[in-house]
């Protein structure tokens, strides 16, 4: 059995050939049972446990374990978030490989949102707002490059430092990147608003977004957590990863409970796009949501991608 660290994993999954890893697994199918939460009894109260299997018949299964500890950066100065991957032979059972979860959650949930916005995107998006500056957040940038010619890059995060911080390290990877205080001018002048934090209040308001955008909402879990307001959904053409979005994440349940939005109203998820049973942006006019709660066959695409490209 073969242990791939942090840095081993993280370049093994480079943004194009990780987008494509993802799109044939949508593409070809996946065995997914729905995840795993668990409330953690902790002094950090919204600790949170999660559990993610998925398999393709003899060919790879995988599970992720992740534990979600919102208060460590306060607390603890740590991250919020750490995971552990194991990959096995799905023909026997054996195990193949543990590798590192953080790098694969993260890269994975960029890629999957650049997969996205492959098909709901402006083909002329140039200017990207990140909101958030923790470790999915600065990987976005990267990410949605491999399928936009990003310009321009604006961060926005609930504490300016953190936000700051993230824009000189993307200036060290060659964006034009800078901090923002100004949210709603932000969310006004970019062209793909993606949201990658852990907040539990309305961030991204409808009021704010021009015609044309793309919004991609990462953050939001569980039902408690928002990064949009009810009024987005009420106008705008909404996709989903999966279906597990629409039982899971605050930012559909509150609109849903508010009776401005139906799960009828979500255009597709991310198999169908891939598939080709739905074109995705049928205008430059369109305002497009896209919301992801995240899906193991994301997971496997990207341990196997890390498995076959570290084979001896």
Known sequence: M???DYET???????????????????EGCEVPRRHIHAVDSSDAASTL???????????LGIKHV??????GKKHGLSGLFST???FDAANGMPLAV??????TCRRTAAASALAARYLARKDAETLLICG??????????AYAAVRNIRRVYIWNINENGAQKLAEQLRGQGFAAEAVTDLPRAVGASDIVSCATLSTVPLVLREWVKPGTHIDLIGSFKPEMRESDDALFADTSVFVDTEEALDKSGDLLSPMAAGVFTREQVRADLEDLCRGRHAGRMSDEEITVYKAVGSAAEDLAAA?????????
């Open 99 to 104: 590798i590192d979860g953080n790098q694969i």
């Open 50 to 60: 999660l559990i993610m299997p998925a398999w393709q018949k003899d060919k790879f």
């Open 133 to 142: 500056s923790g470790n999915v957040a600065a990987e976005l940038a990267a």
């Open 304 to 312: 196997v991608l890390v498995y076959q490209n570290g084979k001896d």
């Open 85 to 87: 991957y194991t990959l």
């Open 2 to 4: 073969k242990f791939f």
């Open 9 to 27: 994993t993280g370049s093994r999954l480079p943004y194009p050939a990780l987008i494509e890893a993802v799109f044939h697994i949508f593409n």
């Open 67 to 72: 534990t979600i500890y919102p208060e460590n």
